[in-house]
């Protein structure tokens, strides 16, 4: 191997490690103190020994985390359905229909993302509320005699939130996975006689499965383990298992059971992505590639 | 050279410093009990410049001092009586040296008394009043009249009107306020009877809310129209929002009352400054614009001829021994016990019935 062969191999390790560095420092090692503190025993903001299972059976056995842990994988999916759901065919559109317009559109995408967070979901408050913007409207043209009260402090405010919330995440990112596919193939397909529909169902979905499914998981996991908008606009069903996270922390000091459960939530979500990862591949769809 | 010393010791431990008033108090405590304005003066008077930290729960005190240890520096933290126990276990409070705060002698009796324990025990002080007040039913009278009872709440015309802030302890202690019950001496066979009765409370709201902000800002809106365990301090915050209609009221059955003091945690160093501080708010004057400024009681006798008609008529000062038999101040339940429901299983409980009120 000749010396620029090998200087051509170490450039991009030296150029890595500072961003190892940091990970290694901000994520690893908190994530190996957890684990520490997950097996020791807790005492009001103390740890000690001895090792113990018992943060991890306690955790398990909670019928309030069972509870808690239904409630955030069933907000996380929703978030996640409708989020991929609307991007998907958006992020399509900007791509090969929007022309000139897709400047505005990824301005007004991105614009989303300059608002802040509470100022958004304060902002569904008075859209949503008794007296927001949707009741006036329908008490207004007759369609309903009362207020709607369903639609505030409930699954469906929470859900309509974290999908404004992601919905520019998932666009963008789908966006930039369908940059490959040109609009040659499209021609392509429509040329050998497929429609609208086979052109989706037979070219565009096996292509767009895995950044669709690795979006969808992004989003189910980063809703299932926000715990601010189900508190906010969520009702009394609407907390989720990260709060639990919190109050073992901050209230009850019991590190031991705020660290299990956050490991717990970890190896949960960890096996979703390798869900997201594994199965187009069981699919043979992590083979495509596009031709340049 | 003096030695400047600080202890990590618990109660009745004393903390030294260079004697010297002056330079930045680290604050950690809700915001607005740093008296921006009522200490106004003095700051100026004393070059003191306060670094805040607010709180959003109070367990945000005691989960930041003990995380971050020594290094976090705060000097002056404000403690719910009923925290008391919590952080004398966690040996967060230091002795206040009496001689350096002569103001003291401006408290009223009762809250000079050792009564409870929660200021000082065994000739030790560790805490100073500076506000209190009940927590009434907060309401909103242009929406309803004002009711007599708690339970008048339980109404099925209020299903969905009512508001409650995620609280397990003022919740809790309010339940058993209701029964008769003591939280600090709970048996463990009554907490079901404290949990049963909550449930139904909570089951009359739309969910439970993160603040009482957030409680002031669904009664502006019209999302609610009362709050159960309400404040007085949100007649105002609703009436700065625009809505003057908003009124607290105490019914028959009373209610808990809270008491919060300030008090020198073991992280602190500016110790002069904060005795200061302390002794500064023990003024009349003083202690009148921060009862005001925090629609509170104020702790101070002198003070109460110096509030306005608003904030003195919040609270009987002529029987004041009479208004906190019918609202009394409570310890929070112990940290551990064998015989009696502890904070832990408070917590779990709370979060429990959260989740089975709402189905």
Known sequence: ?292 | MRLKLIVLGGEGEKLADDGKVGGTVNFLSWEGYDLPDPLKDWRAANNINVATTFIGNHDDIQAKIKTGGAASGYDIITYYQGYKNLYTELDILTQIDESKVPNLKNLFPYFASDIGGYWTKGGVRTGVPFTFGAQGLTYDSAAMSELPSWYDLLDPKFKGKVGMVDDATGVLTMGCHLLGLDPGTLKKADLPKVVDLTKKFVAQTRGVSASYGDLTQQLVSGEIQAIYIGWAAVNSFAATAGKTTVTTSLPKEGAYSFCDSFAIPSTAKNVASVLSWINAVMDPKVNAAAAVGLVGGTTVKNAVPLLDDATRSLYPYDDLDGFLAKAPFYPNPPVDSTEFVTGTEWKQAWGELKQSAGG
């Open chain 1, 1 to 292: 191997m000749s010396k620029a062969q090998r200087q051509s191999r170490l450039d991009p390790l030296w150029s890595s490690l500072p961003a190892a560095a940091l990970v290694g420092f901000f994520v690893l090692v908190p994530l190996a103190i957890f684990a520490v503190y997950s097996i020791l025993t807790s005492r009001l903001f103390e740890v000690s020994g001895p090792v113990t299972t018992r943060n991890f059976s306690d955790a398990l056995r909670s019928n309030l985390n069972r509870s808690l842990s239904r409630n955030s994988a069933e907000i996380g999916l929703l978030a996640a359905v409708f989020s991929v759901g609307l991007a998907l065919p958006m992020a399509f559109w900007m791509r090969h229909g929007a022309k000139r317009a897709r400047a505005i559109v990824m301005f007004a995408v991105v614009a989303s993302f300059m608002t802040g967070y509470l100022v958004r979901i304060y902002a569904f408050r008075t859209v949503l509320g008794t007296s927001g913007v949707i009741n006036t409207v329908l008490l207004r043209l007759g369609i309903v005699d009362h207020p709607v009260e369903a639609l505030l402090f409930s699954r469906i405010s929470v859900t309509v939130a974290l999908v404004h919330i992601f919905l520019p995440y998932a666009t963008i990112t789908l966006f930039a996975a369908m940059a490959p596919l040109s609009t040659s193939y499209l021609e392509a397909a429509e040329d050998l006689g497929a429609n609208a529909r086979q052109r989706w169902s037979r070219l565009i979905a096996p292509i767009m499965f895995a950044p669709a499914l690795s979006t969808f998981v992004l989003v189910f996991v980063l809703s299932a383990s926000d715990y601010v908008t189900p508190q906010f606009l969520g009702g009394t069903n609407g907390a989720t298992i990260g709060t639990q996270v919190q109050v073992a922390f901050t209230g009850a000091g019991d590190f031991g059971a705020g660290a299990a459960v956050s490991m717990l939530m970890l190896v949960a979500f960890m096996i979703c992505y390798a869900v997201g990862v594994g199965v187009p591949r069981l699919l043979g769809l992590g083979r495509l590639r596009f031709m340049s």
